[in-house]
């Protein structure tokens, strides 16, 4: 089954932005573009609107603008709209799962302070099964010009990050871009090691060649399938959210893996996710992954 890139709206102009990009998106993978908007009845909201089927009304008629902002720019491009009555979060999430790619608009303070991530929007990536991109209000096609990269963080065993790195790649495949992969390391306290591990490392020639030779086995299977993505592999001692937003200046798009972290209190997103999510400043894709 082709699914289609799936873009939230609700009128704002980051909302906007980020139909923009995933029209652009669709475009460039050759798939359809989903506009959605999940609306709610609001009899206290305005007077006049008392009567739902107003209501409904309004939300067809600015979603239908919506999208014939982007079929005005992209006339070969196959757009479906829909109007999800419910709750945003479980509507954007089962949007999600129906799509290759949900969109969806973060406000932003520039690109010291970048995303301001709503309940929403965080509560959608922890539950969302798909890949989630936020798009803040004010992006420009030209940040996806030639020489910016797709930037990636892989951490782990080449299993952990398959699915991250796999979105990186297609994505560069589309635009013709480069993939930086960046894994970081820190220096693990001395009751870390453990006979093996200390056997893996010596046989690696140190800690740092060792993380290199992690990355370069998990980029292996994907420089196979796509040849013809330019690679830059990027090991850096530090934290990962900290090199991975050393190196955002040059990236037209960052890429993340997620494991929800389930608590008493709620769902978080990992400190990783997070960090960049509030301070990159170009479109940011969370990816899940086991």
Known sequence: MTRPITAGVDGTEESLAALAWAAREAVRRRLALRV??????????????????????????AVGEA??????????????????TGDSVEALVAAAAEA?????????????????????????????????VLVRAGDEPSAEAAGREIVVGQQGVPEDSADVLRFAFETAA????????????????????????????????????????????ALQPLRDRFPDVPVVEHVEMGSAGQ????????AQLMVVGRRAHRTAVGARIGSVAHGVLHHAGCPVAVVPHA
């Open 243 to 250: 090199v991975l937003l050393s190196v955002a200046q040059e």
């Open 67 to 84: 999208a014939r902002t982007v079929t005005d720019r992209h006339p070969d491009l196959e757009v479906s709209t829909d109007v999800v």
């Open 100 to 132: 290759e790619m949900l969109v969806l608009g973060s406000r932003g303070h520039g690109r010291v302070m970048g995303f301001l991530l709503g309940s929403v929007g965080q509560q959608v990536i922890v539950d969302a099964q798909r890949p989630v």
């Open 174 to 217: 589309a635009r013709g871009a480069t993939v930086r992969a960046v894994r970081a390391w820190t220096l693990p306290p001395v009751f870390a090691y453990s006979p093996g591990s200390l056997k893996l490392l010596d046989e690696a020639g140190g800690l740092e060649p060792y993380e290199k030779k992690a990355l370069s086995a």
């Open 36 to 61: 959605v908007h999940a609306w709610q009845y609001e009899p206290h909201e305005v007077i006049e609107a008392a009567d739902p089927d107003v209501q409904a009304g309004w939300a067809r008629e």
